[in-house]
């Protein structure tokens, strides 16, 4: 009972200003970007307190290494649910964190209009590889200008069973080319238990959403510095899953 009370609550949190930047999405930009910006700065917070209430399912950030940040950096993650794109929107503080994301995510309507107004990177699906690289250009570009910080998923897709899968190199090279900028690698984890319905009923009751920045590195110089990174990153990021999998059920620690 209290898995769908959550579930609905969540829904009065997030269906109110979704349905209004709906409405105001096709006649004013800039209407579209101040509703997106609630979502993004409030609506994160209010998700998960609401899942904290109810169902004691934690968001566990380590802000250890915040301080270590530089004023814009890459950041290279795992990717278990679109749950991830909210909690490194609380993670960050919101308004910054812009994403490399595939095209299909603006046909969601919870996020998909979200997305396109705050001008995250909509990666497509389908079609020539040098479309997907001219995007990612024109979102460097983008992000430079505005001093915000991409996020991107090596991964490609979401891991349905929290395993770490294959990283996939041409998205990161391309961002880093067009960006020049540091790279924080970050690890995450619970965003599979809980990726669609029958998986929140299931698993919601005090889990926790933990993520970490494990590691800062210096804008790289060449590919091979590029190589390093993601073989080193998928290293850590699984180092820091068994960690985590190694805690007990209920444990808060980050």
């Known amino acids: 009972m209290l898995s769908l009370i959550t579930v609905l609550c969540e829904f009065g949190v997030i269906l109110p200003p979704t349905l209004l930047l709906c409405l105001v999405y096709p006649f004013s930009r800039r209407a579209a970007v101040a509703v997106s910006n609630y979502i993004t700065c409030v609506c994160a917070r209010q998700v998960f307190a609401v899942l904290k209430m109810y169902r004691q399912f934690n968001f566990l950030g380590d802000y250890s290494e915040m301080d270590r940040l530089p004023e814009q950096f890459i950041v290279i993650s795992n990717h278990q649910s679109l749950f991830d794109i909210v909690a490194y929107l609380k993670f960050f503080g919101?308004?910054?964190?812009?994403?490399?994301?595939?095209?299909?995510?603006?046909?969601?309507?919870?996020?998909?209009?979200?997305?396109?107004?705050?001008?995250?990177?909509?990666?497509?699906?389908?079609?020539?590889?040098?479309?997907?690289?001219?995007?990612?250009?024109?979102?460097?570009?983008?992000?430079?200008?505005?001093?915000?910080?991409?996020?991107?998923?090596?991964?490609?897709?979401?891991?349905?069973?929290?395993?770490?899968?294959?990283?996939?190199?041409?998205?990161?090279?391309?961002?880093?080319?067009?960006?020049?900028?540091?790279?924080?690698?970050?690890?995450?984890?619970?965003?599979?238990?809980?990726?669609?319905?029958?998986?929140?009923?299931?698993?919601?009751?005090?889990?926790?959403?933990?993520?970490?920045?494990?590691?800062?590195?210096?804008?790289?110089?060449?590919?091979?510095?590029?190589?390093?990174i993601l073989e080193e990153s998928r290293e850590l990021i699984q180092n820091q899953l068994d960690v985590w999998r190694k805690l007990p059920e209920n444990s808060l620690e980050v």
């Open 94 to 228: 919101g308004l910054k964190a812009r994403f490399v994301a595939k095209d299909n995510l603006a046909k969601v309507p919870m996020v998909g209009k979200m997305l396109k107004s705050q001008q995250h990177c909509m990666i497509p699906r389908k079609g020539s590889p040098s479309v997907a690289m001219k995007s990612i250009d024109r979102f460097g570009v983008n992000i430079l200008k505005k001093k915000q910080y991409p996020v991107i998923f090596p991964e490609g897709t979401r891991s349905k069973d929290g395993n770490l899968n294959s990283f996939y190199s041409a998205g990161f090279r391309r961002l880093v080319a067009a960006t020049r900028l540091p790279v924080a690698v970050c690890a995450l984890d619970g965003g599979w238990k809980i990726s669609n319905m029958d998986s929140i009923f299931k698993n919601l009751r005090r889990g926790a959403y933990r993520v970490k920045v494990l590691k800062i590195y210096d804008a790289p110089k060449d590919k091979e510095e590029e190589k390093k």
